[in-house]
């Protein structure tokens, strides 16, 4: 029973994909007499969290239910207030729990069980985790989640070799490219995709968010403020190295990266373990020896071979789209 009402509160959850920022989705399910008496979600950053929305729908009574969270109730007060310290108003006899917070301010579990509140944890624990990736990753590791995105034939080019690239995919593929620049934060380039193909990389549909733009520009070629990467959402130049960009979006509380850059940059990327995820969207066209290769790095030998594990694979028009992790 408790997976049940915990799978619709994860559901709930990723209703705030594209609008809670820095802040992970949460979803929030009340439960009394096994009937759902109030459903909720984080629907904007800097808003009540869900358990908050849940709870003032039935006037903050909870009593003799049981409160289904996808996420360790916050116990700090910040721009809302502590989520911990209304569930304990409410006098819930239950609380259960998908995945506790790694946020160090956060430490409500005892607090509600010092108040009398029998608390479940790892209900779906897995689904929790990967739902709210990048910001579990940032916590415990102060780098965000780095979803490289690539674009390709399939012989694994991704332009000709004058740089001629469009359009290699189709244009459902370039649709699906809008909304995965959209469930992230930020995008990363480099100077030589801005200065070949002049991108704005922000996304279309002004009912979704476009990400900050961060351009790694080790050799200060980026001078031309006519530029369309300085239209639309900010953009940040840079010369810092791969890592340090990343811890820099760390700091400004950046969850979710999109890589979407050249061989070069990507390779680099990918030669220094900083890329959680791939995405390639696959065009069934053949490019041919003298085009450029989708990744820029070096392998010596088979033991320094990058293995993936393939999750996900779509087929988009006549476009196969293939979700991958770097296998550990």
Same mark, same amino acid.
């Given at each position: 029973?408790?997976?049940?009402?915990?799978?619709?509160?994860?559901? #709930?959850?990723? =209703?705030?994909?594209?609008?809670?920022?820095?802040?992970?989705?949460?979803?929030?399910?009340?439960? !009394?007499?096994?009937? +759902?008496?109030?459903?909720?979600?984080?629907?904007?950053?800097?808003?009540?969290?869900?358990?908050?929305?849940?709870?003032?729908?039935?006037?903050?009574?909870?009593?003799?239910?049981? +409160?289904?969270?996808?996420?360790?109730?916050?116990?700090?007060?910040?721009? %809302?207030?502590?989520?911990?310290?209304?569930?304990?108003?409410?006098?819930?006899?239950?609380?259960?729990?998908?995945?506790?917070?790694?946020?160090?301010?956060?430490?409500?579990?005892?607090?509600?069980?010092?108040?009398?509140?029998?608390?479940?944890?790892?209900?779906?624990?897995?689904?929790?985790?990967?739902?709210?990736?990048?910001?579990?990753?940032?916590?415990?590791?102060?780098?965000?989640?780095?979803?490289? @995105?690539?674009?390709?034939?399939? $012989?694994? @080019?991704?332009?000709?070799?004058?740089?001629?690239?469009?359009?290699?995919?189709?244009?459902?593929? !370039?649709? $699906?490219?809008?909304? #995965?620049?959209?469930?992230?934060?930020?995008?990363?380039?480099?100077?030589? %995709?801005?200065?070949?193909?002049?991108?704005?990389?922000?996304?279309?549909? @002004?009912?979704?968010?476009?990400?900050?733009?961060?351009?790694? $520009? !080790?050799?200060? =070629?980026?001078?031309?403020?006519? #530029?369309? +990467?300085?239209?639309?959402?900010?953009?940040?130049? %840079?010369?810092?190295?791969?890592?340090?960009?990343?811890?820099?979006?760390?700091?400004?509380?950046?969850?979710?990266?999109?890589?979407?850059?050249?061989?070069?940059?990507?390779?680099?990327?990918?030669?220094?373990?900083?890329?959680?995820?791939?995405?390639?969207?696959?065009?069934?066209?053949?490019?041919? =020896?003298?085009?450029?290769?989708? #990744?820029?790095?070096?392998? @010596?030998?088979?033991?320094? =071979?990058?293995?993936?594990?393939?999750?996900?694979?779509?087929? +988009?028009?006549?476009?196969?789209?293939? %979700?991958? !992790?770097?296998?550990?």
């Amino acid at each position: 029973m408790h997976n049940k009402y915990m799978a619709t509160a994860l559901k #709930l959850a990723s =209703k705030g994909r594209f609008a809670v920022g820095s802040n992970p989705m949460v979803g929030c399910v009340i439960v !009394r007499d096994e009937q +759902i008496i109030a459903k909720a979600y984080h629907q904007k950053f800097g808003q009540n969290h869900a358990e908050i929305n849940a709870l003032e729908s039935i006037d903050f009574n909870a009593k003799n239910a049981t +409160i289904y969270t996808t996420l360790e109730p916050c116990s700090h007060q910040g721009k %809302t207030p502590s989520c911990a310290a209304e569930i304990i108003r409410s006098k819930p006899k239950k609380v259960v729990i998908a995945a506790l917070d790694n946020n160090p301010k956060v430490s409500s579990v005892a607090l509600m069980q010092a108040a009398g509140i029998e608390v479940v944890t790892g209900i779906l624990q897995a689904q929790a985790l990967e739902l709210n990736r990048g910001f579990h990753k940032r916590m415990e590791n102060n780098s965000p989640f780095v979803t490289c @995105k690539i674009a390709s034939s399939l $012989d694994g @080019k991704i332009a000709l070799n004058s740089g001629e690239s469009k359009w290699i995919t189709n244009e459902f593929s !370039r649709a $699906d490219v809008q909304k #995965l620049r959209a469930q992230n934060q930020a995008i990363i380039t480099g100077s030589g %995709t801005v200065l070949a193909d002049n991108p704005s990389l922000d996304v279309r549909d @002004k009912n979704l968010p476009s990400p900050i733009k961060i351009v790694m $520009d !080790r050799s200060n =070629k980026i001078t031309d403020k006519s #530029l369309n +990467i300085f239209k639309g959402k900010q953009a940040i130049i %840079t010369n810092k190295t791969p890592q340090q960009v990343l811890s820099l979006l760390a700091e400004m509380q950046i969850n979710n990266v999109l890589l979407e850059a050249g061989s070069l940059l990507s390779g680099a990327f990918l030669s220094e373990n900083l890329i959680d995820e791939f995405i390639f969207y696959q065009a069934p066209i053949l490019l041919g =020896k003298e085009a450029i290769s989708m #990744l820029n790095f070096e392998v @010596k030998n088979m033991n320094e =071979k990058r293995q993936l594990t393939i999750s996900d694979m779509k087929i +988009i028009g006549d476009n196969l789209r293939i %979700t991958a !992790r770097i296998k550990p």
